[in-house]
């Protein structure tokens, strides 16, 4: 039996690519990593990992029920990341992401590029841009489902 795939749209199994970071078996070796897991923890609801993994400035100004507020309503469909620049040795790092969900029977598109920086040993977010980009997805008539069948979305999820 095959692991189903991971929610961060690695190709990797679950069980090998984000759940060992959320459940701190393992810790995100690049902004990437964290960047993919954190998707992957909010779209199973992990909001302590996502909690965790912000910087301590930014975490002082989060609680958990702050990060899991519209959880119920929001299914994270897929992840697309767009590109990744780390600088190791300013202990720095940006990943350009676009995120789909879906609230309420909309779905919707999140393009952020995101800023990360190594503290205490560990990678963590600090903030992100929003690119104007986002909002309500409209797809087109032969774009592929986000669900990643390969199917066409309006005959796959619609």
């Not at 795939?5 to 970071?21: D, Q, R, V």
């Not at 990060?67 to 780390?86: A, C, F, P, Y």
């Not at 929003?130 to 592929?144: A, C, E, H, M, T």
Request: glycine share 6%; with cysteine; hydrophobic share 30%.
């Amino acid at each position: 039996m095959n692991d189903p795939l991971c929610f961060c749209n690695s190709g990797h199994s679950f069980e090998l690519c984000c759940k060992p970071y959320i459940h701190s078996i393992r810790r995100p070796e690049t902004p990437e990593q964290l960047m993919r897991s954190r998707f992957s923890a909010y779209a199973t609801k992990h909001f302590q990992y996502v909690l965790d993994t912000y910087t301590l400035t930014q975490r002082q100004n989060l609680t958990l029920q702050v990060l899991s507020q519209g959880s119920d309503d929001t299914h994270w469909l897929r992840l697309e990341v767009l590109d990744t620049i780390t600088d190791n040795s300013a202990h720095i790092g940006e990943v350009e992401f676009v995120a789909y969900y879906r609230q309420d029977n909309v779905i919707y598109k999140m393009h952020e590029r995101s800023k990360f920086c190594r503290e205490e040993g560990q990678w963590r977010y600090d903030s992100g841009v929003l690119f104007k980009d986002g909002g309500v997805y409209k797809p087109q008539r032969n774009d592929s489902c986000l669900c990643g069948s390969g199917k066409k979305f309006k005959k796959c999820c619609l």
